[in-house]
């Protein structure tokens, strides 16, 4: 069975421009979550979906939003990017919303 | 590789020793508890997870212990190998499943053949 895949593995943009990642979850997976690392703050949860819903979000602006189609992919867009954002974007999935996370291997964004 | 973080809490061992990587947290609500690994380019994987009504949970080669009194969790892994080299975390949730953690910083662990 194939794993979590993310694209794109890395992406260059510049502050003020907005951006959009891509998670396709294991096949039959139907919560997606995402979270943001980076060395100063580590692993922090960004918000998960299920069933094409958003059921939790973190705490982080409202220039991050996602979502997630019929097909259980999801998508994360950030706009209005600062400096800050640099980080690896990594995508979870699980059967459900109680069951265990499987990683992809993430998105590195940087921001110049 | 890429880094996963930086000033991380660094333990070494030699191959065949055991490690002992420790976690502290904070929510005493937390009632699950996941260590991951998470190795150079690559997302966080599932080592062995805890519920708070165990103390103790082995897997093939590795131990959870859970002490609930002082809000520790520590990890063991017998007989370290190099390919266990890697960075490792711990998360919790409060029940509400898998999909909302909360991870620790991680510790790097290095595995000198």
């Known amino acids: 069975k194939a794993g979590v895949t993310q694209t794109p593995r890395y992406l260059i943009k510049t502050r003020g421009q907005q951006v959009t990642l891509s998670c396709s979850p294991i096949s039959g997976h139907r919560s997606v979550s995402w979270y943001q690392q980076t060395p100063g703050q580590g692993l922090q949860f960004l918000f998960e979906?299920?069933?094409?819903?958003?059921?939790n979000k973190g705490n982080f602006p409202g220039r991050f939003s996602g979502r997630q189609f019929s097909n259980s992919r999801s998508e994360m867009n950030v706009s209005t990017l600062e400096l800050g954002d640099s980080a690896l974007y990594l995508c979870a999935s699980s059967l459900d919303v109680r069951g265990e996370q499987y990683f992809g291997p993430g998105t590195r964004l940087t921001v110049t | 590789g890429e880094s996963v973080g930086l000033h991380l809490p660094t333990l070494s061992v030699q191959e065949g020793d055991n490690s002992i990587i420790n976690c502290a947290y904070s929510?005493?609500?937390?009632?699950?508890f996941i260590w991951y690994k998470q190795e150079s380019g690559k997302g966080p994987q599932f080592i062995i997870d805890i519920r708070s009504n165990m103390d103790k949970r082995q897997g093939q080669r590795v131990t959870v212990l859970l002490n609930k009194t002082v809000k520790h969790l520590s990890l063991q892994i017998a007989a370290t190998q190099p390919g266990d080299s890697a960075v490792y975390f711990c998360a919790e949730t409060d029940g509400s499943g898998y999909s909302t953690l909360t991870f620790g910083k991680g510790t790097m662990l290095l595995v000198s053949p």
């Open positions: 929510n005493s609500a937390s009632d699950y």
């Open positions: 979906y299920f069933s094409e819903t958003q059921r």
